[in-house]
């Protein structure tokens, strides 16, 4: 009771990142309080807009925000990023063994390539560590399905950035299991060299012995 005196007008609410796979929560009393905290939630340094879950609504108005009820759950959306409808996505389990239709598989990698591609806005450095599937999504996408997140000029150059990654990726893996075959051949011509070229012989080693034997005596006198 008297925690509430104290900080008088602060209500729950519940704030996601724009993939809305990361939740956080959040007590405010004001708007500029919920995207300061929200800020440091997701490890931001700038202020971020904050949109409705529901429908994308931006709340930019204090008045609006004063009327929003507890637990009211809300995107933050930063620089660079965009609020995407959230029927576009889909809960996919790693524990399911399969999608239920063609359309969802459908569905599903469309809401993962738009994922990848605002990561890639975000910070274009994370496309050298993906993996080749990702590389492979990005490389054969059409521009035209995701350019309203970032603009179809970036969209063009990561699909070109990713196809040549994918291309310098699978020749590297190439060259590894070439390099591997050698390898594994050397050895076995090796190992054939030694057991039947140069077999083990009693003369040459009683030979070696006595030579070592007089190299001892020699320095010892």
């Not at 997701?42 to 204090?62: A, N, R, V």
């Not at 009693?202 to 190299?215: E, I, K, Q």
Request: hydrophobic share 30%; charged share 30%; with cysteine.
């Amino acid at each position: 009771m008297e925690h509430n005196e104290e900080e008088p007008g602060k209500r729950p609410y519940k704030i996601k990142d724009v993939t809305r796979q990361i939740k956080k929560a959040v007590v405010a009393s004001n708007l500029q309080e919920l995207q300061k905290k929200s800020s440091e939630k997701f490890g931001k340094t700038e202020m971020p807009q904050i949109h409705l879950d529901s429908d994308g609504t931006e709340i930019d108005d204090e008045d609006y925000f004063q009327t929003l009820e507890p637990n009211t759950e809300l995107i933050a959306v930063f620089s660079g990023e965009q609020w995407i409808d959230p029927t576009h996505y889909l809960t996919i389990s790693t524990h399911n063994s399969e999608i239920d239709s063609i359309d969802s598989a459908g569905n599903g990698e469309k809401v993962h390539l738009k994922k990848l591609v605002g990561q890639m806005k975000s910070n274009l450095c994370n496309i050298s560590i993906l993996s080749e599937p990702d590389l492979e999504l990005l490389s054969n996408m059409d521009p035209n399905e995701v350019a309203d997140i970032t603009g179809r000029d970036f969209v063009e150059q990561l699909k070109e950035t990713s196809g040549r990654l994918l291309n310098e990726k699978r020749d590297a893996y190439d060259a590894i299991e070439l390099l591997k075959l050698i390898g594994r051949y050397q050895s076995g011509v090796g190992n054939k060299t030694t057991s039947e070229f140069r077999p083990f012989s009693p003369s040459s080693s009683t030979c070696s012995l006595s030579t070592m034997s007089s190299f001892s005596s020699t320095n010892q006198q």
